[in-house]
């Protein structure tokens, strides 16, 4: 029988299949499991509250997904960090702020990504609940 309800742990990426207050493995945060979006809602959501971000601006080409006086930040799984990347750097551009990534999930930073942040001043943010 499929469980009702499945959990994804937003620091250390485990499933679960119980709700629990915190993840068993290791202390983290559970988030239900929907689809890929629901982690990067709760990640905006969370990462709004922390930067007194705006949430989903649109602009020429697109929705940022957080806004604040002086960045533009764009979240995405770590696995897709060269579609971040590219998404951040046409918001940047046409919303005149300084670009920045906040990557989420299982492993680290691609070291051509902290490369490439450091010599487009890019703030990267890895998500460790």
Same mark, same amino acid.
């Given at each position: ?44 959501? $969370?990462?709004? #509250? !922390? /930067? ?10 697109? &929705?940022?997904? %957080? ?40 492993? $680290?930073?691609? #070291? !051509? /990504? ?10 990267? &943010?890895?998500? %460790?609940?």
């Amino acid at each position: 029988m499929k469980p009702k309800n499945t959990f994804l742990c937003l620091s250390c990426g485990a499933i679960v299949y119980k709700h629990y207050k915190q993840c068993p493995y290791c202390g983290g945060h559970l988030s239900l499991w929907k689809n890929n979006e629901y982690v990067e809602k709760d990640i905006t959501e $969370k990462w709004a #509250k !922390i /930067l007194n971000a705006k949430k989903y601006i649109k602009f020429q080409y697109g &929705i940022a997904d %957080l806004v604040t006086k002086t960045h533009v930040y764009e979240v995405k799984k770590k696995s897709q960090w060269k579609c971040a990347l590219g998404q951040i750097l046409v918001a940047s551009h046409a919303l005149n702020l300084k670009p920045g990534l906040i990557l989420f999930g299982k492993g $680290k930073i691609p #070291k !051509i /990504l902290e490369e490439l942040a450091k010599k487009y001043e890019i703030k990267l &943010i890895d998500e %460790l609940l």
